[in-house]
């Protein structure tokens, strides 16, 4: 079954959609999706509400959680009756598909600086990806925090047990937005054409690379390439804002959120580094109207989760 596209989607449509679904629906609307990432561990940008909240207000139209401990379930500012239902709130409260970061950590991994040991509820192991599962994650994004070790070759592991395990009803987003204290995976050599060709032929839905100016070296013209990559091999691609720059001058945001757009990007991620855990919400906004205008955005923001 063909969806609408996502543009014109209300929180009626997410409820409803499996992971198959979700990516129709974000094909459709050619390169005009807004995906916020959030810190759901740190105090919210106002304690009166969630920062999910905050984002879905700005105009994204997609959620990720970020320091999400499936083994001790908690969002800062969603009040759960019980651990095991805290996703579920907060996808009522927002009416947008609610997503996991799950961090691939590789043991062997040739560290540049001094990692943090994070706990195995944040890591990308079967346990963790079954326990996601149950939560009611809508889509699962395999990538690495700063100083965590994560590497593109763990990242390709991961997406096969993710794709084994889910099949087709969760959408599975993986890539590195920076070198997660990797040596050799930094800058300009992050990400290049055979790890985004591995990462589709291991399951990727969704191509991560980081966005056009956020890491050295990484041109328009670079992601451009990228991105076609990832589109011949039958996958959808991403760019990413994971460099702080979430809290950058509104026209350093509106510059980026327009080249990401030329090279391609099915959907435009911006990160958790600018205020408590949340990109400044008014970068959100300013992203959003720069690659779909007003209109998408503002019906984003305003359209009620009783749709």
């Known amino acids: 079954m063909k969806m609408k596209r996502l543009l014109n989607c209300t929180a009626s449509d997410f409820a409803n959609m499996n992971g198959t679904q ?55 500012g969603i009040p759960s009756d019980h651990p095991q239902h805290v996703i579920k709130n907060l996808k009522k409260l927002v009416g947008r598909p ?71 009803d969760i959408l599975i987003i993986a890539g590195k937005m920076h070198g997660a204290g990797v040596k050799n995976e930094a800058g300009s050599g992050l990400v290049n054409a055979e790890v985004a060709t591995d990462l589709v032929q291991a399951g990727a839905d969704v191509v991560l690379l980081p966005g056009a100016g956020t890491v050295p070296g990484t041109t328009l013209e670079k992601v451009e390439q990228l991105v076609q990559m990832a589109h011949e091999q039958g996958a959808l691609a991403l760019t990413a804002i994971g460099t702080s720059q979430e809290g950058a001058a509104k026209e350093t945001v509106q ?53």
């Open 98 to 168: 609610v997503g996991i970061n799950l961090e691939p950590v590789d043991p062997e991994a040739d560290n540049a600086e001094v990692l943090e040991e994070i706990p195995k509820g944040r890591t990308a192991n079967r346990e963790s990806l079954e326990k996601a599962k149950q939560l009611g994650a809508d889509f699962i994004c395999l990538t690495g925090n700063p100083k965590t070790g994560v590497t593109n070759s763990a990242i390709i592991e991961s997406v096969k047990l993710t794709k084994e395990i889910f099949q087709d």
């Open 22 to 76: 979700l990516r129709q629906a974000i094909e459709a609307s050619e390169g005009r999706v807004m995906l916020s990432e959030v810190i759901c561990s740190t105090r919210p940008y106002f304690p009166e509400l969630s920062n999910a909240e905050f984002a879905a207000a700005f105009g994204a139209d997609m959620i990720l959680l970020n320091v999400f401990n499936v083994d001790d379930p908690k969002i800062e």
């Open 255 to 307: 510059q980026m959120a327009l080249m990401n757009k030329m090279a391609g990007a099915d959907i435009h991620h911006i990160g958790d580094a600018g205020e408590h855990g949340i990109a400044v919400p008014e970068n959100i906004m300013d992203y959003s109207i720069a690659i779909r205008g007003k209109r998408h955005t503002y019906v984003r923001m305003a359209a009620s989760v009783n749709r």
